[in-house]
């Protein structure tokens, strides 16, 4: 198994910035693809961001792109959000998932439990 840990999540004032980071263990981290969702009230699970195994694909929804940075680092089996310039839309939890294949919608193979970005207006 793999076990995913979200943190960083919390209140920030709009315009304001956050790194959230999804800890991993359990598996080898380096040899799977991460994504990024968020899920606020009523709505379903969306996409965020995705990066694969490596690094060097790289996906964003478009109402985060120029604002949302994914990265990892492999050696600290950690993945990261960089989330700034924030928007009240974009309160919702976040979820990191992980998988054999980087895709922009919900299938990843393991989730982290999720922790919530609440942007005031």
């Known amino acids: 198994q793999l076990q995913l840990v979200e943190s960083g999540g919390g209140l920030v004032q709009a315009g304001g910035s956050l790194r959230l980071s999804c800890a991993a263990s359990g598996r080898t981290f380096s040899t799977y693809a991460m994504g990024w969702f968020r899920q606020a009230p009523g709505k379903e699970r969306e996409f965020v961001a995705a990066?694969?195994?490596?690094?060097?694909?790289?996906y964003y929804a478009d109402s985060v792109k120029g604002r949302f940075t994914i990265s990892r680092d492999n050696a600290k089996n950690t993945g990261y959000l960089q989330m700034n310039s924030l928007k009240h839309e974009d309160t919702a939890v976040y979820y990191c998932?992980?998988?054999?294949?980087?895709?922009?919608?919900?299938?990843?193979?393991?989730w982290g439990q999720g922790t919530q970005v609440t942007v005031s207006s």
């Open positions: 990066i694969n195994w490596s690094g060097r694909r790289l």
């Open positions: 998932g992980a998988g054999a294949v980087v895709t922009t919608t919900p299938v990843y193979d393991y």
